[in-house]
């Protein structure tokens, strides 16, 4: 072979290097992304977990003071099944939506009762359930900025075609605001 083939041949090699390091990092990365979003969604769920499992306990206090409540009650257990048996990211974001209604009924009547308001158990389980409120807030920013990370890093060239390759998926499991909180509350005095 001549010199001029040799040539040809190491830059032809170098190229490959250069294309298959360029693919074998992106792939690396991905991974590594992938594995934040789900650590992101389990720190979530276990927030989840933390007030399905306080749910009970504030409820049977509630229902020491109002026995005639009995609908709010069977839609919070119902809701509360519901997240505990949903099956996926997707399921149990619609789950936990529909808890949260039916939760916000719950506080909602504890308005009407001023003797529950007074209640040593009832905020000490309210002031439970707002701590791990605040928990879940903060779980969900950081899953849905891990995931605002992978899909941004996964989109960006040359990644989206090594992403491709691989069978890396855009992620759009986010955690978005229920259409009752994007309504203005109606104040009156």
């Known amino acids: ?3 001029g083939g040799w040539i040809v041949l190491a830059v032809l090699v170098v190229v490959a290097l250069f294309v298959f390091g360029s693919y074998v990092s992106t792939r690396n990365k991905l991974v590594a992304k992938d594995q934040i979003v789900k650590s992101r969604w389990s720190e979530v769920d276990v927030q989840m977990q933390r007030r399905a499992d306080l749910i009970p306990n504030l ?6 003071f109002t026995k005639e409540e009995s609908t709010v009650f069977g839609d919070i257990a119902n809701a509360r099944a519901g997240l505990l048996n ?3 990211v997707q399921a149990k974001i619609a789950a936990n939506g529909q808890l949260d209604s039916a939760f916000g009924r719950l506080l909602a009547l504890a308005e ?25 807030g903060v779980a969900r920013k950081r899953y849905n900025d891990a995931i605002q990370d992978y899909n941004t890093f996964l989109l960006q060239f040359p990644n989206n ?5 691989a069978g890396f998926k855009e992620n759009d499991a986010y955690f978005n605001a229920s259409p009752a909180a994007q309504q203005v509350p109606q104040v009156s005095f």
């Open 1 to 3: 072979m001549r010199r």
């Open 59 to 64: 409820v049977q206090t509630v229902k020491g």
């Open 86 to 88: 949903a099956q996926g």
């Open 112 to 136: 009407n009762y001023p003797q529950l308001r007074s209640s040593d158990q009832f905020m000490r389980l309210q002031d439970e359930l707002a701590g791990t409120e605040n928990r879940i």
């Open 161 to 165: 075609i090594w992403a491709n390759m």
